[in-house]
């Protein structure tokens, strides 16, 4: 009887000790259970005041040439009053919530009604039905990638326009641009509401659901892991990549055309800018199915953050460089633009060759030559909310033996490029290096506390194999 009793009171340890295991791994996988201070105070910054810095851009380049000290000397000596600000301000218009309604539209009907066909066709491209990554419930969600194609349809129905119908003048989007930040403004908070409500109501999976019981970061961070409709209209896929990334280079387009129709000519800046940040938008969905084990698929859930940040913040500031290019164009000498060119290409290429070896790395699980070596790996576990025990590896060979993040050092590099292309009279451009480098840097430091909750002991064995996150020797 007593050595039954101790068997028993061992497999309840046994049981509770998974138990805490399970718990400790799952504890920062996916957004926080909970919120100290300081997220709250972040999060209430960012509702009140994300919204203000995007209109103080836009304002301040159709009203004061792009300067952003000029608004507040005018407010600071009386000049002009807020009033003032605001009533010279374009409002909301049909026209501009027609254009709205017609591009949201014709992309849901791109995301959902045509199934890919570019995979069958273009050598190394990975597109049609994919699965994502294991959610922290343990589902594996599958997608169509499309992306691409939608891309590709929506650019050729661009330039067949501007070269053959003349439906609408290619400037359209720079001409309406104040009234569409509101349309944005519109479906940004409506969504992240729409996915709030869905969350407590009627969640697509309530095991990857998340409530901290506080509604201001319920509402910023999101409550469902992947808010669906239906089997295949995921939010986080669509929302990211459509209608924000296939807009970013038509935006950029239509800014070169209004600089052609002001100046007679498109300047090499502008040209260099479209370039680079074309390859940017072309890269993203070309590895569109990549895409799926990346931070936004993998840990992130989807509420105003990503909402309102992909319909309003992705569009109107990564693209300020072409707008403001708009009002101060910029010719580069020789030197200076062939520099631009090679930063920007130079970035681009650490940044696809370390998330290529990555991607090989994971598709091989390890069977695969990284410099013509086979990699090393440190081999980790971790469990999902059913108990079940997962594996996976941690890459220290080629750039991931460098730095921990070293494709996000390629891709500042890349944001740097498209600064330095509108040259050094206003710091309106260089918001976006700015911000890129402290969004990558948070998002180091947010992805290692999760692994490290995740990977436990396993990650520890992993940063000191890679020191560094982002610059090998110093960060």
Request: with cysteine; proline share 4%.
């Amino acid at each position: 009887m007593a050595a039954h009793q101790e068997k028993k009171l061992a497999e309840e340890r046994k049981h509770q000790n998974m138990q805490n295991d399970t718990k400790a791994s799952q504890g920062q996988w996916g957004r926080a259970w909970e919120v100290d201070w300081f997220s709250l105070a972040s999060i209430l910054f960012l509702l009140m005041f994300a919204p203000l810095i995007v209109y103080y851009f836009i304002m301040s380049c159709d009203q004061y040439q792009c300067s952003l000290t000029d608004p507040l000397l005018d407010l600071l000596t009386g000049n002009k009053h807020l009033s003032d600000i605001w009533n010279r301000t374009p409002t909301l218009t049909y026209r501009a919530a027609g254009i709205y309604s017609l591009w949201v539209t014709f992309q849901v009907v791109l995301y959902m009604s045509i199934p890919d066909f570019c995979h069958q066709f273009l050598p190394g491209y990975v597109g049609g039905v994919q699965e994502g990554a294991v959610t922290p419930a343990g589902v594996v969600n599958k997608y169509e990638i499309n992306g691409l194609q939608a891309w590709i349809i929506t650019h050729v129905l661009w330039f067949a326009n501007a070269s053959c119908f003349h439906f609408f003048p290619p400037t359209i989007i720079f001409d309406n641009w104040i009234p569409l930040l509101w349309c944005a403004n519109i479906l940004g908070y409506a969504v992240s509401t729409f996915a709030m409500i869905k969350g407590y109501f009627f969640p697509t999976n309530a095991k990857d659901c998340k409530f901290t019981g506080n509604f201001f970061y319920d509402y910023m961070m999101g409550i469902e892991f992947n808010p669906r409709i239906g089997k295949w209209f995921d939010f986080k896929l669509f929302f990211n990549g459509r209608p924000g990334i296939v807009a970013w280079t038509l935006i950029n387009l239509s800014f070169a055309a209004k600089q052609q129709e002001l100046y007679g000519e498109v300047t090499n800046s502008m040209i260099l800018v479209n370039v680079l940040q074309g390859i940017y938008v072309l890269d993203f969905f070309w590895n569109e199915a990549w895409y799926l084990k990346t931070i936004d698929i993998c840990h992130d859930h989807f509420g105003w953050y990503l909402g309102w940040g992909d319909c309003v913040w992705l569009p109107y500031l990564y693209t300020l460089q072409g707008l403001y290019l708009v009002y101060h164009p910029v010719q580069l000498c020789t030197a200076h633009a062939v520099g631009v060119l090679m930063l920007g290409l130079l970035g681009y290429s650490i940044f696809r060759m370390t998330n290529h070896q990555k991607d090989l790395f994971r598709r091989t699980n390890g069977n695969c030559r990284i410099w013509g070596k086979k990699p090393e790996y440190i081999e980790c576990s971790y469990m999902s909310v059913d108990g079940t025990k997962h594996y996976s590896k941690l890459m220290t060979s080629g750039f991931w033996g460098w730095a921990r993040h070293f494709n996000y050092t390629g891709d500042l590099m890349g944001s740097l490029a498209y600064c330095l292309a509108c040259g050094f009279e206003h710091i309106l451009p260089y918001f976006y290096i700015v911000y890129m480098t402290i969004l990558l840097t948070h998002r180091c430091i947010r992805d290692e506390h999760r692994c490290c909750s995740k990977y436990g002991k396993d990650w520890k064995h992993y940063t000191a194999a890679v020191p560094y996150r982002l610059l090998p020797g110093i960060f």
